[in-house]
């Protein structure tokens, strides 16, 4: 997990989910940590997450490629 999300966050923000998720931290230890709120950690995870997401959809949509034939002929065989 620690490789997969360097890709996609900061220092930090992976640290937070490193805690979160690995470590099962619960919110109020990492905040304390941080020496910010329970809601600012949460919306820290939120964030994380959604970083997560937007740039594994972003990796995956880079490596799909489609391919439309364009003769006639070629999608007559795929039609038949």
């Known amino acids: 997990i620690d490789y997969y ?3 996609y966050l900061t220092t930090s923000e992976s640290d937070i989910i490193i805690r979160f998720y690995k ?3 619960p919110i109020s230890q990492i905040a304390k940590v941080y ?3 329970k809601s600012a950690c949460k919306m ?3 964030r994380s997450r959604e970083k ?3 740039g594994h959809k972003k990796k995956i949509s880079k490596n ?3 391919c439309m034939p364009t003769d006639i002929n070629i999608m007559k065989g795929f039609v038949d």
């Open 5 to 7: 999300i360097s890709d």
């Open 23 to 25: 470590h099962r931290q």
């Open 64 to 66: 799909v490629t489609f």
């Open 44 to 46: 820290r995870l939120k």
């Open 35 to 37: 020496g910010i709120s």
């Open 52 to 54: 997560i997401k937007r």
